[in-house]
């Protein structure tokens, strides 16, 4: 079967999206195929997949065949159509603007790089130049180039056998993981060692065969006109060195020796060898090669390290320095800085630390206001592999679990044993602070392979979230069940998106009964839940009354609110302006709210994302909101924001 589709995986088909849809696609048995512009490759090879340069918003052809091709059809379609289904994993943070470093004042001494993760550094060169890995030349005789095709394959599955182990060791759903696992890809990429066997089979020894396949799929990355693309040429390189590497039984450098607060100079590091580099210990990179999207540059940003790459043979001034200072927000870097620049950096350096230690001061606080209401500054998960950063950053609870993710990220629709694993996680990860779950929450905008999405004019006004899944009850019970029985392990509320009726609430309940007497029946363990509504429609603002007298408590989505009180798409661009959440008539349908569940004695949340809006948040709290649920990374600031209010009320 064929069909077309637009993409619309942000930053198209490369790297990490790639070994993502490869990895969907090597799921099924089916052959796949990706037609763009009258190329067509197996939608099986990454290296393939990224040669073929899919950008967000083009226009591609897939062809499935074999016995599970409606399946595989369903699935690929939905990724490549659905704009978040790379989601589940940490959003990769942005590069810093670059716009900085070209008004940068010129220091002596100093060299321009790639912006490449903001933040100043300072501290003693730690060099990293291991030697470069020349052919082996050697002469394989007819009879052994089958025995060195095995070899090959062996250093191979050694080397992917060691990217696997530092896979099991990372925080599961990392950006370190998932780049790991596109270097995977690579080093087992059918193209790849294809070339490489055929070049043994001409007689060369299989260090010299993976040299050269490397090199000449590199590139090919590097003609194309897309720092994306030039990237991965880096990473080709990176995992071959590992392969050739392994053949001849050679380790690199170590870099574990690397010392307390040392700048990491180097020409080029892979990512896989940063990966597993003491990152804690390093204050600053300096790389001769690389850019803002390389996958040293997402690794540096990810752990806070300020980095400037792209230093082309000026990293030799650095690979014989004493000391380096580094300004990544502005890809300025000093070698051997004088007393000066030396003061300079320090003080910058004490600043920027002043500034995340009274942060931190907030990490175990827990706000209570003037009159001595106590509010909660929750975190907004889409995964498990979010939940260390939660709670790293003293979240207390979870005020929103978007479950579709979960679903979206899965082949078919997740079972109610899955699911229940995830909620008992959840639950325990937290316990005895709350959990607030979600209840399946798509529609044909974020459709899911499993379920069949009709074709909508206007799919943010149709059949979605707690609409769809009345109507699925095959789809929605085992998530309530699964619900039910993880309440044993912590403490989960759940709420239901999208509401518009009292019906919808009450129809809920019902089904939420017939699970508990099924799980009676069956003999198995479960608790109930409270069960609250999301306030995100007009309709629910109007009728917040009757939803408070018959729920326990209310969770405003403002993404929704907003989108539908204005009637602006939260997606289109061209209504931006409209979708504001500060304007009058959306912050009178968030006072009715407040009111409405202030006098049913329900607590009242916002989870959307103005809840982390610190100019908004007091009057927030002015209107009786008792609970604040944003992304991690908000969480401090918000403590900080409450305590501010808080202190202003006091005097
Ligand atoms: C919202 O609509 O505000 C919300 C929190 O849900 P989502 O952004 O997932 O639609
Ligand atoms: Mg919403």
């Not at 540059?297 to 790459?309: E, F, M, Q, T």
């Not at 939940?387 to 679903?407: H, K, P, Q, S």
């Not at 044993?417 to 779950?437: K, S």
């Amino acid at each position: 079967m064929e069909r077309s589709a637009i993409v619309r995986v942000k930053e198209g088909l490369h790297a990490r999206p790639a070994a993502r849809f490869v990895k969907l696609a090597r799921a099924f048995q089916s052959d796949v195929e990706i037609a763009k512009g009258g190329k067509t490759v197996s939608a099986k090879s990454s290296v393939k997949l990224m040669l073929l340069t899919v950008k967000e918003g083009d226009e591609v052809t897939l062809k499935v065949r074999g016995p599970d091709e409606t399946e595989a059809m369903g699935m690929l379609m939905a990724y490549l159509e659905n704009p978040q289904a790379g989601l589940g994993e940490e959003p990769e943070q942005q590069p810093p603007s670059t716009a900085a470093a070209d008004e940068a004042p010129h220091r002596p001494g100093g060299h321009k790089g790639a912006a490449a993760s903001a933040g100043a550094a300072l501290g003693a060169v730690f060099p990293y130049f291991p030697p470069t890995l020349e052919p082996v030349d050697a002469d394989i005789l007819p009879a052994e180039r089958e025995a060195e095709k095995a070899r090959l394959r062996t250093a191979i599955a050694a080397v992917t056998g060691r990217m696997e182990s530092m896979i099991a060791a990372a925080a599961p759903g990392s950006a370190d993981a998932e780049i790991v696992k596109a270097l995977i890809e690579l080093a087992g990429d059918e193209d790849l060692i294809a070339r490489a066997e055929e070049t043994i089979g001409r007689g060369l020894d299989a260090v010299s065969a993976m040299l050269a396949a490397g090199e000449a799929l590199a590139v090919e990355f590097e003609r194309l006109d897309d720092p994306y693309m030039k990237a991965r040429a880096e990473d080709l390189h990176a995992v071959t060195r590992q392969i050739c590497l392994a053949l001849t039984e050679k380790e690199d450098v170590d870099l574990s020796g690397v010392p307390e607060g040392a700048i990491l100079v180097a020409e080029d590091i892979g990512a896989f060898e940063l990966a597993r580099a003491p990152l804690n210990r390093i204050a600053g990179i300096l790389c001769g090669q690389g850019g803002a999207t390389s996958h040293v540059a997402i690794i540096a940003r990810n752990h806070g390290i300020p980095a400037v790459l792209g230093l082309g043979s000026a990293i030799e001034a650095f690979r014989t320095a004493r000391r380096a200072a580094l300004d990544g927000g502005r890809g300025l870097a000093f070698a051997d800085p004088d007393q000066t620049l030396e003061r300079d950096f320090a003080a910058r350096i004490a600043r920027q630390e002043e500034e995340r230690q009274a942060l931190t001061a907030y990490v175990d606080h827990k706000p209570v206001l003037a009159d001595g209401r106590a509010i909660t500054i929750a975190a907004n998960l889409g995964s498990l592999s979010e939940i260390d950063n939660a709670r790293a950053v003293g979240a207390m609870g979870v005020g929103l679990f978007r479950t579709e993710l979960m679903f979206m990220a899965h082949p078919m629709l997740p079972s109610e044993e899955e699911q229940y694993q995830t909620y008992a996680a959840l639950a325990a990860a937290f316990a005895p602070q709350d959990v607030i779950v979600r209840t399946l929450d798509i529609g044909g905008d974020k459709p899911v392979a499993g379920i069949d999405f009709p074709e909508e004019e206007n799919p943010f006004l149709g059949w979605r979230g707690i609409r769809m899944c009345l109507d699925r009850p095959a789809v929605f019970k085992p998530q309530l069940r699964a619900l039910l029985r993880a309440n044993h392990e912590g403490n989960l509320k759940v709420m239901l998106p999208m509401v518009s009726t009292l019906d919808e609430l009450r129809r809920t309940r019902t089904l939420i009964e017939e699970c508990e007497a099924e799980l009676e029946r069956e003999g198995k363990a479960f608790r109930r839940f409270a069960l609250g509504v999301m306030i995100e429609t007009p309709a629910a603002v109007l009728i917040a009354p009757e939803l408070a007298a018959e729920s326990a408590f209310f969770s405003i989505g403002t993404n929704d609110l907003t989108q539908y009180i204005m009637a602006a798409d939260r997606l289109n661009m061209s209504v931006a302006a409209l979708g504001d959440v500060s304007s009058p008539a959306v912050m009178r349908a968030i006072e009715l709210t407040a009111k409405a569940g202030v006098e049913a004695g329900i607590m009242v949340g916002i989870c959307g994302e103005a809840a982390a809006d610190t100019t908004l948040i007091p009057r927030f709290l002015e209107m009786g909101i008792g609970e604040l649920s944003m992304s991690p990374a908000a969480v401090l600031a918000a403590k900080k924001a409450v305590a501010e209010y808080t202190a202003r009320a006091e005097v």
